[in-house]
Nanobody, 115 residues
């Protein structure tokens, strides 16, 4: 079965950095567009970033442009989210998403940014 396992979350001070990873299994990873979403308490799940199957095209939400970078390693079935200049408003559970003919979600990893 398809599994997406996020890691790399944690507690960081404002201005700091974190790198999230999402390891995929049970699917042909290079066929899938990959994305990161986040959900803060009491809020809807929001789009953060996405990357095409080849890695050639990336997309970012307005609130993270210039601070976050999405990348992927198709040889390792892994997608990354490098988060720099973190702000308290970036605090959320971050979810990995794989999308092709179907859509799959990971279980999420908590990111907490203290002021």
């Amino acid at each position: 079965q398809v599994q997406l396992v996020e890691s790399g979350g944690g507690l960081v001070q404002a201005g700091g950095s974190l790198r999230l990873s999402c390891a995929a299994s049970g699917l042909t990873f290079s066929n899938y567009h990959m994305g990161w979403f986040r959900q803060a308490p009491g809020k809807e799940r929001d789009f953060v970033a996405a990357i095409s199957w080849s890695g050639g095209t990336t997309y970012y939400g307005d609130s993270v442009k210039g601070r976050f970078t999405i990348s992927r390693d198709n040889a390792k079935n892994t997608v990354f989210l490098q988060m720099n200049s973190l702000k308290p408003e970036d605090t959320a559970v971050y979810y990995c998403n794989a999308r092709h003919r179907s859509s799959y979600w990971g279980q999420g990893t908590q990111v907490t940014v203290s002021s």
